[in-house]
């Protein structure tokens, strides 16, 4: 199989990888996907009572992405949606809706398409399983529920959201249980991904670590 300029980097809800994936496109000038938010998406039009099949026809059409100093901001009708996107509400309903197989496939394409040669990240759960097998760099990236927790509640303080951290926890475990055990796409790394544990790592202790192996593959 050919291996094309794609870095995956998969993990568990809070496990950093997003954050790990943002620094990683801004510093080495790739382009990125964050395919959560586009779950996410789904389940935002779907509040909007937006019919599964029409949604990806939405995104290609009137949504657009953006990294700003290693921030992406999602815009809908150039309004800027991100906040909403991130909510636990939303975080719950596109969790359900990943596990469905016509959301999978609705989405399947509009990811691939992301790829261009000069580079692309791409962050998930199944980047590196199935949407981009062909990658040349597969990371799985994770850490202790606690501290996935943790950051998790930071994050949502920050954007105002109460939050009960027992909760944030058993949610956390809730949903890496579904997300490890479900038939279709399980979060698991692929067979040949750098598994990296972030519990006791800083983001820059993170970046630091798969600085080194992006440059030993694409430099």
């Given at each position: 199989?050919?291996?094309?300029?794609?870095?995956?980097?998969?993990?568990?809800s809070?496990s950093?990888?997003g954050?790990?994936?943002?620094?990683?496109a801004?510093n080495?000038g790739?382009?990125?996907?964050d395919?959560?938010l586009?779950?996410?998406l789904?389940?935002y039009?779907s509040?909007?009572?937006?019919?599964l099949?029409?949604?990806?026809k939405?995104?290609?059409?009137?949504?657009?992405?953006k990294?700003?100093?290693?921030?992406?901001?999602?815009?809908?009708k150039k309004?800027?949606i991100t906040?909403k996107?991130?909510?636990e509400?939303?975080?719950k309903?596109?969790?359900?809706?990943s596990a469905?197989n016509e959301?999978r496939k609705s989405?399947?394409?509009?990811?691939r398409n992301?790829?261009?040669?000069s580079?692309?990240?791409a962050?998930?759960?199944d980047?590196?399983?199935?949407?981009?097998q062909?990658?040349?760099?597969?990371?799985?990236?994770?850490?202790s529920?606690?501290?996935?927790?943790?950051r998790r509640?930071?994050?949502?303080q920050?954007?105002g959201?109460?939050v009960?951290m027992p909760?944030?926890?058993a949610?956390?475990?809730?949903r890496?249980?579904?997300?490890?055990?479900?038939e279709?796409?399980?979060?698991?790394?692929a067979?040949e991904?750098?598994?990296?544990?972030?519990?006791?790592?800083?983001?820059?202790?993170?970046?630091?670590f798969t600085?080194n192996i992006?440059?030993k593959?694409?430099?």
């Amino acid at each position: 199989m050919k291996k094309i300029n794609v870095i995956t980097i998969d993990g568990p809800s809070a496990s950093g990888k997003g954050a790990l994936s943002r620094k990683i496109a801004h510093n080495f000038g790739f382009d990125i996907l964050d395919s959560g938010l586009l779950y996410r998406l789904c389940a935002y039009f779907s509040n909007k009572k937006i019919n599964l099949d029409e949604i990806p026809k939405k995104i290609n059409s009137e949504v657009s992405f953006k990294l700003n100093d290693e921030l992406v901001s999602v815009h809908y009708k150039k309004k800027d949606i991100t906040n909403k996107l991130r909510t636990e509400e939303i975080a719950k309903i596109a969790s359900q809706m990943s596990a469905k197989n016509e959301t999978r496939k609705s989405l399947f394409n509009i990811q691939r398409n992301f790829y261009t040669e000069s580079g692309l990240v791409a962050d998930g759960r199944d980047m590196g399983t199935v949407v981009f097998q062909d990658a040349k760099l597969k990371i799985f990236l994770t850490a202790s529920s606690e501290i996935r927790a943790k950051r998790r509640y930071l994050e949502l303080q920050n954007l105002g959201q109460e939050v009960n951290m027992p909760a944030l926890i058993a949610d956390i475990e809730e949903r890496d249980l579904k997300d490890s055990s479900r038939e279709l796409s399980p979060l698991i790394p692929a067979d040949e991904a750098y598994v990296i544990d972030s519990s006791d790592m800083s983001l820059e202790e993170v970046f630091s670590f798969t600085e080194n192996i992006v440059k030993k593959e694409f430099i």
